[in-house]
């Protein structure tokens, strides 16, 4: 088995893990989401992230050898589309992280400084979640709800229709 093939599983098997605890586990956050969520997310945007450049000299046609020759729960059927799931992961990382850190500000601190990065976050997060949305649009409603499926992301929040697209 080749390295390509056991990252390609490796990848599958943590976006298993995301829909798992999206729908097993109780949310943590005021986003609707676990910390073990938000963890399994970080671990399978990092390792998107390397393989991404790892797959980066095939041809299309040897991607998707790649992905038919390997037994996928979630497959993806072009290097393209790959990359655009990356991107959207990074934008819902940076959502999340401006969320926690907006969250333990309004919980922790106090004074004109606290204001300030309060409405930096803000903008941070709003910036994220609009990017997204512009992506996501771009990639239409139903490769979006298998992106939405693949990685778990819960509905409250993330499901077309909420994000007006």
């Given at each position: 088995?080749?390295?390509?093939?056991?990252d390609?599983?490796?990848?599958?098997?943590l976006?298993?893990?995301?829909a798992?605890?999206?729908?097993?586990?109780?949310?943590?956050?005021?986003?609707?989401?676990?910390?073990?969520?938000?963890?399994?997310?970080?671990?399978c945007l990092?390792?998107?992230?390397?393989?991404?450049?790892?797959?980066?000299?095939?041809?299309?046609?040897?991607?998707?050898?790649?992905?038919?020759?390997s037994?996928l729960?979630?497959?993806?059927?072009?290097?393209?589309?790959?990359?655009?799931?990356?991107?959207?992961?990074?934008?819902?990382?940076?959502?999340?992280?401006?969320?926690?850190?907006?969250?333990h500000?309004?919980?922790?601190?106090?004074?004109?400084?606290?204001?300030?990065?309060?409405?930096?976050?803000?903008?941070?997060?709003?910036?994220?979640?609009?990017?997204?949305?512009?992506?996501?649009?771009?990639?239409?409603?139903?490769?979006?709800?298998?992106?939405v499926?693949?990685?778990?992301?819960?509905?409250?929040?993330?499901d077309?229709?909420?994000l007006?697209?």
């Open positions: 088995m080749s390295s390509l093939t056991r390609i599983i490796a990848i599958d098997m976006k298993q893990e995301l798992e605890k999206s729908v097993t586990h109780p949310t943590d956050t005021s986003d609707g989401v676990s910390t073990d969520y938000l963890q399994i997310l970080k671990q990092a390792r998107c992230k390397i393989f991404q450049k790892d797959i980066e000299p095939l041809s299309e046609f040897e991607f998707t050898q790649l992905v038919t020759s037994t729960e979630y497959p993806v059927s072009s290097k393209q589309l790959f990359a655009i799931y990356v991107r959207l992961l990074e934008f819902v990382q940076e959502f999340y992280q401006a969320r926690d850190k907006i969250v500000i309004q919980e922790n601190e106090f004074g004109d400084s606290a204001d300030r990065r309060l409405d930096l976050l803000q903008t941070r997060a709003i910036k994220a979640k609009s990017q997204f949305k512009t992506v996501a649009k771009a990639l239409g409603v139903e490769e979006y709800r298998s992106f499926h693949q990685h778990g992301l819960p509905k409250d929040g993330w077309w229709e909420q007006r697209l």
